[in-house]
Structures are given as structure tokens and as C-alpha cells.
């Protein structure tokens, strides 16, 4: 494992307590930082920390609610000096359904928790982050919001936003230390496809030129260095972990 420097910075980490969440805190972690872990399953978020060790802690929010997620800062910076980093890797993958038999609830939640709980957490951190002349914003998006996933409408639309936004707030904070990335990662398997049909996760891996899937590990290690700050003329960007999949 190549050594990134993360020396004496603290990161926040939404939905931190299992798959890729869990993977990049302990990157962070193993690069010389310090995590908190953001989950709505606290009994869950708990556990990871303690396995984590001393430089991780646990708070419990709902990101598709904002004033949860002012309730979380708080409560980070009651134990952190203050948030270098951000990793929005909280999300759902919703129902696998053609538009027209897509349920609304569905959709609706995929959308809060994807977009909105993201927008919130970037909304309440960045000007944190602005204010101190530094920090680093690192969105996970997905290689189905480049493409669409057919069976995964909610989903991919989701993703498309959320690179969007790394864009426009990017550009917003590129006249300060604040970088603002995303990564569009092919599927990764975790704990996740067990929201996904098989169909739909063979279609997937179908797509994949590496004929596999992403590992949590990988996904984790570019994440790490984007919240380094040998990551300085990067901002906007969208970073590819697809396996040859992405064709720009």
C-alpha cells in the first residue's frame, strides 16, 4: 500500500460505517488522520469505530434531513478541532424498475439521500472549510451518472446530479483552498447489491472490460488522495474507477 500524507487532518466521512465508507476512513486513517463516521445505523457506526480504533468516532444523523445534519457538525466538532475533509459516500441504490413502474416513494428517497442529504452536508461544511482557507470535498457519484443505468432511473439521475453539483460548487470555492472533487465508480461490490437484482448486478459487471468488479480498497485509495493536499489543481473534476468502462 502506497503511504498518502493525511498527517494530523480529520475527515467526516457520511455513511461511514460499512463498505466504501468503512474502506476510505480506514485509508484516512492509516494515512495519519482521524475520522468521524456520520450513519443513520449508530449501533453500526459504534462498532466501526471501535474497530477502527482511537482516531475514529461515531455520530448518528439522517443526511436526508438538514437539520440533522447541523446537529452532526455540531456534535464533530465537539470532539474535532475542525473538518479538513469531507466524503460523501452515503447512499441507496433503489428499486431496479423501468421508469414507468418506478415507485414515487422510491425515487423520492433515493433523492434524498443521494442528492439532498449530499447538498446538505456541503451546504453546512464548506463555508466551515472556506472560512478556514482549507479543506477538501470528495463526492461519491458513479459511472452510471455518466451513462444511465437502464433499471436504475433514480439511481443514475441521482449521480448525474451529484456530479453537477462537484462541478458548481467547485468552481464556487476554486478561488480558495477549498477542492472539490467527485469519483465515478464502476459497481463495487458491497453491501450494497443486496438492493440490486441479479440481473441487474450481471448486467453490470457485463460493462466492466476488467470482467470484475471494483474493490472497496481501490475505490478507497484514490478517495484518500483527493483529500490530501497533494490533491491542489484538481477541483471540479470528475476522477474515473470504472475498469476501462468510461469512454470520456
Not at 465537539?78 to 425515487?107: E, M
Not at 468552481?171 to 440481473?199: H, I, Y
Request: aromatic letters at 6%; one cysteine or more; glycine letters at 8%.
Amino acid at each position: 500500500m502506497n503511504q498518502l500524507d493525511f498527517k494530523d487532518r480529520h475527515a467526516v466521512v457520511t455513511g461511514g460505517a460499512t463498505g466504501l465508507g468503512y474502506a476510505i476512513a480506514a485509508r484516512l486513517i492509516d494515512s495519519g488522520g482521524s475520522v468521524t463516521l456520520w450513519d443513520r445505523d449508530m449501533k453500526t457506526a459504534q462498532a466501526a469505530a471501535q474497530k477502527l480504533g482511537a482516531e475514529a468516532h461515531a455520530v448518528e444523523l439522517d443526511v436526508s434531513r438538514h437539520e440533522s445534519v447541523q446537529a452532526a457538525v455540531k456534535a464533530t466538532l465537539r470532539n474535532a478541532p475542525r473538518i479538513d475533509a469531507l466524503v460523501n459516500s452515503a447512499g441507496i441504490t433503489g428499486p431496479n424498475a423501468k421508469v414507468w413502474d418506478y415507485p414515487v416513494d422510491a425515487w423520492r428517497e433515493v433523492m434524498e439521500i443521494n442528492l439532498n442529504g449530499l447538498f446538505y452536508c456541503c451546504r453546512e461544511i464548506a463555508p466551515l472549510m472556506r472560512d478556514a482557507g482549507y479543506g477538501r470535498i470528495v463526492n461519491i457519484a458513479s459511472v452510471a451518472g455518466k451513462e444511465g443505468n437502464p433499471n436504475a432511473s433514480a439511481y443514475s439521475a441521482s449521480k448525474a446530479a451529484v456530479i453537477a453539483l462537484t462541478k458548481s460548487l467547485g468552481k464556487e470555492l476554486a478561488d480558495s483552498g477549498v477542492r472539490v472533487n467527485c469519483v465515478t465508480p464502476a459497481a463495487v461490490k458491497t453491501g450494497m447489491f443486496a438492493q440490486m437484482t441479479e440481473q441487474h448486478i450481471q448486467f453490470m459487471l457485463s460493462k466492466i472490460p476488467m470482467a470484475r468488479f471494483g474493490t472497496p480498497e481501490e475505490i478507497a485509495a484514490m478517495v484518500c488522495w483527493l483529500c490530501t493536499e497533494d490533491c491542489s489543481f484538481s477541483t471540479g473534476a470528475v476522477f474515473d474507477l470504472s475498469g476501462g468502462r468510461s469512454t470520456y
